[in-house]
C-alpha cells in the first residue's frame, strides 16, 4: 500500500526473533514444544504487510546445543525466510556450543567465537558471539573487539546494526540476570564510539526491553520459547508459556522504528475484511483522510 502518512516507506525492515531454544525430540521442562511456538511465530511473520529484507535470531537457537535441534532449526526458518525473501542472521547464545552451531548452521568445523558480518541491501548486520563456553554469564575478547573495531572502520551506506545475545543493558525487571550479563561492558562502548552502529539487538533475558549503550538505541526482544513472568506471585524465578512476541524493525533514513508483534493469535473483537481495500483505495486522498480520521464517518460508526 502506497504510504498514506507524511513518512516514505522504510529504506529496510528487519524482523528480530530470539531465544527458539529448539530441541531434537523433546519438551522443553516436559511441556513447551519449541518448534511448534516458533512455526507459530513465523507463521504470524509471514502474514505481515511488508516482508523482512532480514530474519535476526539473537542466540539460544538449539537448549540443549544438539545437532538435530539445528538441522530442525534449519527446517523450520529456511523455507520461511526463502518465501518471503529474507537473509537469515544467526546469533550464538549461551545455550549453543561454537562447534554444534558452526558444522550444524554454516558447515564448518570450529570452537572460534562465531562473529559473522551480513550486508542487506546496503544495512551492515553484525552477528557477535558474546557466549562463554560452559557458562552462562557473556564476554567479548580482546580479539574480538578488535575485529568489530575494523569492521566499523568504514561506515556502511545505511549504517550497521549489531546484533548480539548478551545485551549490553541494566535488568532491574529480573535481578537475578544481573549476574549473566555481558561482563566489561565499557570495553565495547568505546569500540563503538563514533561509528554507524544505529542500533543494537539482543536477546537472553525472555523479555522486550528498551534502552540506550553508548549512545547507541538497545532493542531486546522476547523469547519464542517461553518468557520471564516478571511479576511473579510468591516466586524467586518464574518462566511462563505465554507473552512470547518478536520485534520488527522498520528503518528510515534518520530513525528506526521497533514494533513488538504477538507471537500467537489472539481473538478480533472487531475489524474490517480485505473487500474494503480496494474501494478505499479508489478514495481521493482527501475521502480517505475523512473516512478514518472524521468520527462520524460510516467507518467509525458503522451502525
Not at 167 to 177: E, G, K, Q, T, W
Amino acid at each position: 500500500m502506497e504510504p498514506l502518512g507524511q513518512y516514505p516507506d522504510p529504506t529496510h525492515v528487519v524482523a528480530h526473533l530470539s531465544d527458539p531454544h529448539l530441541l531434537a525430540d523433546s519438551l522443553q521442562y516436559g511441556a513447551i514444544d519449541t518448534a511448534a511456538h516458533l512455526e507459530r511465530a513465523l507463521t504470524r511473520l509471514g502474514r505481515l504487510p511488508t516482508p523482512p529484507q532480514a530474519l535476526i535470531f539473537t542466540g539460544d537457537l538449539a537448549d540443549k546445543a544438539e545437532p538435530a535441534a539445528y538441522a530442525k532449526l534449519r527446517e523450520i526458518v529456511e523455507p520461511v525466510a526463502a518465501q518471503i525473501g529474507a537473509e537469515v542472521v544467526w546469533v550464538m547464545g549461551n545455550h549453543d556450543d561454537r562447534r554444534a552451531y558452526a558444522q550444524g548452521l554454516f558447515g564448518v568445523d570450529t570452537e572460534a567465537p562465531q562473529d559473522r558480518v551480513h550486508d542487506v541491501a546496503g544495512l551492515r548486520i553484525v552477528a557477535l558471539d558474546t557466549s562463554v563456553p560452559h557458562w552462562h554469564h557473556g564476554e567479548l575478547s580482546d580479539d574480538q573487539l578488535d575485529w568489530l573495531r575494523d569492521v566499523l572502520a568504514e561506515p556502511a551506506p545505511h549504517g550497521t546494526l549489531l546484533a548480539l545475545h548478551h545485551p549490553p543493558i541494566p535488568v532491574p525487571m529480573l535481578r537475578l540476570a544481573e549476574l549473566i550479563e555481558l561482563h566489561d561492558q565499557p570495553r565495547l562502548a568505546e569500540v563503538l564510539a563514533g561509528t554507524d552502529v544505529r542500533g543494537i539487538l539482543g536477546g537472553h533475558f525472555h523479555f522486550t526491553s528498551w534502552s540506550t549503550f553508548a549512545g547507541v538505541p538497545v532493542s531486546v526482544a522476547s523469547a519464542t520459547c517461553y518468557t520471564s513472568e516478571l511479576a511473579p506471585d510468591q516466586r524467586l524465578l518464574s518462566a511462563v508459556d505465554a507473552h512470547q512476541s518478536f520485534t520488527m524493525l522498520h528503518l528510515y533514513d534518520d530513525r528506526v522504528v521497533h514494533s513488538v508483534v504477538p507471537a500467537t493469535d489472539g481473538p478480533e473483537v472487531s475489524g474490517y475484511g480485505l473487500e474494503m481495500l480496494e474501494p478505499f483505495l479508489a478514495l481521493t486522498p482527501q475521502q480517505r483522510f475523512e473516512m478514518v480520521s472524521h468520527r462520524n464517518s460510516p467507518l467509525n460508526r458503522p451502525d
